[in-house]
């Protein structure tokens, strides 16, 4: 969806709802104010990631023998290395293909740069900020804090049960909020938060799918996916309300997610295929593709967009394809042989612990 979001962005009249206040008209509004946008919803794709990860880090951390000091190295290396690389092969595309001023979509004119030390160095570390050269790092930078933050996020959520729903519900107040107001954390944190409980449900949940029907579970399914471009429904009418909608497209990710976890047709769907090849190239083509796309569109020019769709899609994915055996892959093993050495080197937690720490 990221990908599709940025192809449809290089057309002029799709990044104007992006870039400018101007309300579209005609077709063009039908795909963008209505439920058609999810197909195109780079941002609803983000925020399912955001919950997701918030998924799958709390169940990794409740595990047994779960060692924080091996934690971090590993997390970090698991991130930093791929990102190392995309940025690297960025700024080889914007010195193989330049980018200028002057095209007809705004999102790419914006996209005309010089490769810089400062933007080097933001996207090469995302604390301060990213750089532009890949400017899907954006989401990456929340990532990173929710991974240096996890403990915060986990920690009192296990030791005090009572907690977990107060925190869900805050969480989803703070992100109408931190969306309406257009600030930055307290719009994206939270929607971790909104995984961690999800993970510490998990149980509860699964019995609760149990008692589901399949009627039961394709209308939430339906449901999920309504919300999920939420924000475009009002997006024409005030921005600010399309922003605390956000908190509406957050509960549709968890929705679907929750879905995916407690259903076996889910499971099945999502787990062959063509959609289990795209989920296991995906944080490679996340990386990779949006260099791609431009480089694609400002070598035909404007009024070629058509033609360098064409050529930048299937590119993508095969630059994804090599980027996840040749860079991702090996930073997996990288990161997971550090994290495993460094375990070894700490004590074993205790029995009584390790029970301790049992979701």
Request: proline residues 7%.
């Amino acid at each position: 969806m990221v990908l599709v979001h940025h192809v449809m962005l290089t057309f002029a009249v799709f990044a104007v709802p992006y870039r400018t206040d101007d309300v579209l008209s005609g077709p063009a509004a039908w795909v963008t104010y209505t439920p058609l946008h999810l197909f195109w919803d780079g941002a609803s794709a983000v925020f399912v990631f955001f919950v997701l990860s918030g998924v799958v880090l709390t169940l990794m951390v409740t595990r047994e023998r779960f060692s924080w000091v091996a934690y971090y190295p590993s997390r970090l290396l698991r991130l930093y290395l791929p990102v190392w690389a995309a940025v690297a092969l960025g700024i080889l595309w914007i010195i193989v293909i330049p980018r200028g001023e002057g095209m007809d979509s705004l999102w790419l004119d914006a996209r005309g740069m010089d490769v810089t030390f400062r933007a080097v160095f933001r996207d090469l570390f995302l604390l301060t900020g990213h750089g532009n050269i890949v400017s899907p790092l954006w989401s990456l930078r929340w990532e990173i804090y929710f991974s240096l933050l996890l403990p915060a996020y986990v920690i009192p959520l296990v030791k005090w049960p009572r907690l977990r729903i107060p925190a869900l519900l805050a969480s989803v107040v703070a992100i109408g909020i931190g969306g309406w107001f257009e600030f930055a954390p307290l719009r994206f944190l939270p929607m971790f938060m909104v995984g961690v409980v999800i993970a510490l449900y998990i149980p509860q949940l699964q019995a609760l799918g149990h008692r589901s029907s399949p009627r039961t579970i394709g209308i939430a399914c339906a449901g999920s996916l309504l919300l999920l471009p939420s924000p475009w429904y009002v997006a024409s009418y005030s921005s600010e309300l399309a922003g605390a909608m956000e908190a509406f497209c957050v509960l549709g990710a968890a929705v679907l997610i929750v879905i995916a976890i407690v259903s076996p047709a889910a499971q099945r769907a999502f787990g062959t295929g063509f959609l289990a090849w795209v989920g296991t190239i995906s944080f490679a083509l996340y990386l990779v593709h949006e260099p791609v796309v431009i480089s694609a569109v400002f070598l035909l020019g404007s009024g070629n967009e058509g033609w360098a769709v064409l050529i930048s899609v299937p590119a993508s994915f095969a630059l994804a394809v090599l980027f996840f055996r040749f860079v991702e892959k090996p930073a997996h093993r990288v990161s997971s042989a550090v994290g495993k050495a460094i375990q070894r080197r700490v004590p074993a937690p205790s029995p009584r612990s390790a029970e301790k720490r049992t979701v």
